[in-house]
């Protein structure tokens, strides 16, 4: 395997940026999310409004309107941003977005009595749910938030479009001038494959991890 | 002096509507230390309320309620961040103990236990653990303390929720209906605590349809319907001779156990035996 040997140094460097974007994406949009469920279920008309706001405009346009968007359009009002940047930008809004639903939906299924039961031990707010409605929410939100990270890996392959040097681009790059495309498709396929067995494997045993005080 | 001044509650001209249904309507409660208040009256007549107004669960619309000499004013459309202190702090001294139970489900009981003290009262965990052993050994579950609320029975999960409300060092615990949603077979553990809880000089407020421990236990019998307090007086005498038609038709079903599950079989058996025959025409 010639061409292997060949791509093997740029593809571990593109797995090096894919796994760049997609984790720090993923906990970007993971602060993102959690302020917008906290603001959407505990803040004022304002602050709701605009939760409401973002999440609809972010989850209903698609990822690569919002990538050139950031990366070609923001540069009309000034602001220049170098393509990984620019891609991490995009990548943690999109995120946010469904997270923050995730998030949402988990918080509201933690029981009302739940809440009572720490408030009436004379807790305030900000403890009440860390210490008893995160938990119980965390455990009902991680499915749909681990599928979110694994959608968002593969998002990351978008990147390619604004120039990034990630594992979809060196493929393509690779493949335009050996005319392999089916093996370097094939293979970086493979690795995303990869890591999203991976990250369903972490998922899993967190799974279960909190399921074990239950 | 303030009439109520020095009793744990103190509430006067109780107040609070949901929407356009006027839940309480005026309610007076003096409960003295040491004293147990069982409150009782049919369903939907503002029991669960009442005592939710006393640790500012529920707002109260207008009134005065004083926990422990604390009083926040009722009503008021200020939400200070004072005010919401003074909550707290009424909170950790009126422990509340749910007809659910609201354990946290994601703590063993021992967890439960210690988590006020250590959380809100910042004991260190050492200390709150010793506590929290000699707690769970008092409501007789030593032996459960890393047990998640999930292996345990109904009858020991409300135990492990009043050893988590004593571990607030409360200076009143209330109770909603601490039975009722349990097993009929299960009552008798959770009132023997609170029997327990009553003899060691534990002032307390319960709501509960229980008549066998309001005769045994309570110093005080409140009876409620439609929002107010309609009569009041020692268990003796409201049981023997209640006063309205209202409290006597109510005593007659919780006797039959037809509207209350909760009445249980000993329960009814208890208190046909003990309901007046003049009770029973009409
Ligand atoms: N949060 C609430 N919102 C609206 N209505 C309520 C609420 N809580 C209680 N109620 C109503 O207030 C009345 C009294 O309820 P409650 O205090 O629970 O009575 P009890 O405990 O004596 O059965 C009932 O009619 C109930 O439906
Ligand atoms: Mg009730």
Known sequence: MDLLARAFPLLIDALGMTLFLGITSFLI???IGMTVALARLFGGPVL?????????????????????????????????LQPVPASIIALSLHAGAY????FRAGILSVDKGQWEAA???????????????????????IPPVGSRFIALMKDTSLASVVTVVELTAVAESIGSSTFRYLEMFAIVAMIYWAINSLLSLGQ???ERRLARAY | MDHGADCPVSVAGLHKRFGALEVLKGIDLDVQRGEVVVIMGPSGSGKT???????????????RVRVCGMEVPCGGKTKTRARARHIREIRTRAAMVFQHFNLFPHMTALGNVIEGPVSVRGMPKAQAEALGERLLARVGLADKRDEYPSRLSGGQKQRVAIARALAMEPEVVLFDEPTSSLDPELHEEVLQTMRELAGEGMTMV????????????????????????????????????????????FLRLVARGSTYADAGANGAARTDALLPADGRQE
């Open chain 1, 48 to 80: 709701r409004a605009i939760a409401i706001g973002y999440v609809s405009i972010w989850r209903g346009t698609p990822l690569l309107i919002q990538l050139l968007l950031v990366y070609f359009g923001l540069p009309q009002f000034g602001i220049i």
């Open chain 2, 206 to 249: 319960v709501v509960t349809h229980e008549v066998g421990f309001a005769q045994d236990v309570a110093d005080r019998i409140v009876f409620m319907a439609g929002g107010v307090v309609l009569e009041e007086g020692p268990p003796a005498e409201f049981f023997a001779n209640p006063k309205h038609d209202r409290a006597r038709s």
């Open chain 1, 29 to 31: 949009g993971s602060v």
């Open chain 1, 119 to 141: 408030y009436s031990l004379g807790m305030p707010f900000p403890r009440a749910f860390r210490r008893v409605a995160f938990p119980q929410a965390a455990r009902v939100a």
């Open chain 1, 204 to 206: 899993e045993v967190l």
């Open chain 2, 49 to 63: 309320t009442l005592i939710r107004c006393i640790n500012f669960l529920e707002e109260p619309d207008a009134g």
């Open chain 1, 99 to 102: 997270l923050a639903e995730n």
